[in-house]
């Protein structure tokens, strides 16, 4: 049982748990990966000084008496030094005013009360709310036994009244005008955001179980693939796979694009869930659920366009996330936008040069718009896009545009060249699926129908976050060794 081995495709967070877990067990494992880099989508770049990053909001976990706490342990992430800004997110309008959502409670309802005095009753519902939230962790159910789920039922009326509110309507609770509009932007451009959602989101905040980890997504990722040399495990760089083996049904190993072919006892997946279900199994092993999904991509992807600035500015009075109000609209990538979403990386000085400031507006954006572009046009219209959002922020941060040391502009485009998805997608939503569902695990599939030995982990088999699919590599693991009869270890540092 030693010596049973296993390929995992992809050196994305899932693969990598997997692969972790894989060698604590006594699996013989080893990743292929497409790119030069560990990480999938969760990766960052450097540029002149600067570093950008691609995917790190909040990463759940950092509160050691957490659940998720203890698997990153497991997976090499901590302890490291962790930063915790004091906004969730700031909200400005055209005339200057300012909403910010202090991670302490107590500043938020008194900054709100100042705001809207007459709103008192929905501020304090808003407020108490978050209160409770913080005597729970959603996402550590995601490592709850069983038994452990009885520890949700004390919450269930909370969870429903504020899960089946959405954020517009509770702004529309608000008699302030600027309030009644801003509140459905706290979680980004999401739409039909539960107010749940924010909650969780604020409350992990509060207490300190929501953070950003130092480094960012990079450093994040590379923690997780050195953990998992240390374990002996094998990583194999630009080695892209073409073909998943199968025979009788079971999945024996793959081929990769220079022909060579490797065998394994069982194959996991962390690519691209098109590519691997369509592409590497020919579309042979799949439900009409699975069919239907991947044949209506959205039209629109939110964050999927990054333009990053390094600015030798420093924005340290400024709250780390921003949606700033434009006076005017603008055309962006042929979508008109009356706001942009502007994050700093004022909180973590490891991300620029001393003084100046890494920042980066997330947009969304069609991956059909920038693909039926020229090579030529596709270079003019990345930089038309960084002159136009530089303009809209030298409006609002006057010198700004002289101040700019370094622009960098990631469309989806890049991020399927450099991940291998399909059309630069990170996984949309399956049909009736919640948000809550996506963040914990309730994906299209984990295994394919009549495929043996074979497992898929990832945005793509059970949802979004990074817990998520690093929860979803380590139960691959554990049920392996249920099936193999043998008692599961994690061994954290």
Request: hydrophobic share 45%; proline share 5%.
């Given at each position: 049982?030693?010596?049973?081995?296993?390929?995992?495709?992809?050196?994305?967070?899932?693969?990598?748990?997997?692969?972790?877990?894989?060698?604590?067990?006594?699996?013989?494992?080893?990743?292929?990966?497409?790119?030069?880099?560990?990480?999938?989508?969760?990766?960052?770049?450097?540029?002149?000084?600067?570093?950008?990053?691609?995917c790190m909001h909040h990463l759940v976990g950092c509160d050691p008496k957490s659940r998720i706490h203890r698997m990153w342990r497991e997976l090499g992430v901590m302890p490291r030094p962790v930063h915790f800004p004091d906004d969730l997110i700031g909200i400005e309008n055209t005339e200057g005013q300012r909403f910010i959502l202090y991670t302490?409670?107590?500043?938020?309802?008194?900054?709100?009360?100042?705001?809207?005095?007459?709103?008192?009753?929905?501020?304090?519902?808003?407020?108490?709310?978050?209160?409770?939230?913080?005597?729970?962790?959603?996402?550590?159910?995601?490592?709850?036994?069983?038994?452990?789920?009885?520890?949700?039922?004390?919450?269930?009326g909370l969870l429903s009244k504020w899960g089946k509110l959405k954020l517009e309507e509770m702004g529309?609770?608000?008699?302030?005008?600027?309030?009644?509009?801003?509140?459905?932007?706290?979680?980004?451009?999401?739409?039909?955001?539960?107010?749940?959602?924010?909650?969780?989101f604020l409350s992990g905040c509060a207490t300190r179980n929501f953070g950003w980890p130092a480094g960012g997504s990079l450093a994040f990722a590379r923690s997780i693939a050195e953990r998992y040399t240390a374990l002996d495990g094998e990583i194999h760089?630009?080695?892209?796979?073409?073909?998943?083996?199968?025979?009788?049904?079971?999945?024996?190993?793959?081929?990769?694009?220079?022909?060579?072919?490797?065998r394994a006892d069982t194959?996991?997946?962390?690519?691209?869930?098109?590519?691997?279900?369509?592409?590497?199994?020919?579309?042979?092993?799949?439900?009409?659920?699975?069919?239907?999904?991947?044949?209506?991509?959205?039209?629109?992807?939110?964050?999927?366009?990054?333009?990053?600035?390094?600015?030798?500015?420093?924005?340290?009075?400024?709250?780390?996330?921003?949606?700033?109000?434009?006076?005017?609209?603008v055309e962006i990538a042929g979508r008109t936008c009356d706001r942009l979403d502007i994050e700093f990386f004022n909180f973590a000085p490891?991300?620029?040069?001393?003084?100046?400031?890494?920042?980066?507006?997330?947009?969304t954006t069609s991956y059909d718009y920038w693909k039926a572009l020229s090579p030529e046009d596709y270079r003019a219209e990345k930089a038309r896009v960084a002159?136009?959002?530089?303009?809209?922020?030298?409006?609002?941060?006057?010198?700004?545009?002289?101040?700019?040391?370094?622009?960098?502009?990631?469309?989806?485009?890049?991020?399927?060249?450099?991940?291998g998805s399909f059309m630069g997608y990170q996984a949309w939503g399956v049909p009736n699926q919640s948000m809550l569902d996506a963040l914990t695990g309730k994906g299209l599939s984990k295994t394919l129908p009549g495929l043996s030995n074979f497992y898929m982990v990832g945005q793509w088999a059970g949802g979004?976050?990074?817990?998520?699919?690093?929860?979803?590599g380590r139960k691959a693991i554990a049920g392996l060794c249920k099936q193999d009869g043998r008692q599961f270890v994690a061994e954290g540092k």
């Open positions: 049982m030693a010596d049973k081995t296993l390929i995992i495709i992809g050196a994305g967070i899932g693969g990598l748990s997997a692969g972790c877990y894989a060698q604590m067990n006594g699996y013989r494992s080893q990743v292929f990966e497409m790119h030069t880099l560990p990480g999938g989508v969760c990766t960052g770049w450097k540029r002149k000084g600067y570093t950008f990053d691609g302490d409670l107590d500043r938020l309802e008194n900054h709100m009360r100042e705001l809207a005095p007459a709103d008192g009753k929905v501020i304090g519902e808003f407020v108490d709310a978050a209160r409770k939230f913080t005597r729970f962790s959603m996402m550590d159910m995601l490592l709850a036994k069983p038994w452990e789920m009885v520890g949700v039922l004390p919450y269930l529309g609770q608000f008699s302030n005008l600027f309030l009644r509009r801003a509140i459905s932007m706290i979680q980004y451009d999401f739409e039909n955001m539960p107010a749940m959602m924010a909650l969780m760089y630009r080695a892209k796979v073409d073909k998943i083996l199968v025979e009788n049904d079971r999945a024996v190993g793959v081929r990769l694009a220079d022909g060579t072919e490797h194959v996991i997946s962390n690519a691209d869930g098109r590519t691997t279900i369509f592409d590497m199994l020919q579309g042979r092993y799949t439900t009409e659920l699975i069919r239907t999904y991947y044949a209506n991509p959205p039209q629109q992807q939110e964050m999927a366009l990054h333009v990053s600035f390094g600015v030798a500015r420093d924005f340290s009075i400024e709250p780390h996330t921003l949606v700033l109000w434009l006076p005017e609209p490891e991300m620029s040069p001393p003084g100046k400031t890494a920042m980066q507006v997330v947009m002159e136009t959002l530089s303009a809209c922020l030298e409006r609002r941060f006057p010198g700004f545009a002289a101040q700019v040391e370094v622009t960098d502009v990631a469309t989806p485009l890049t991020t399927g060249r450099f991940t979004l976050g990074l817990p998520n699919v690093a929860a979803m």
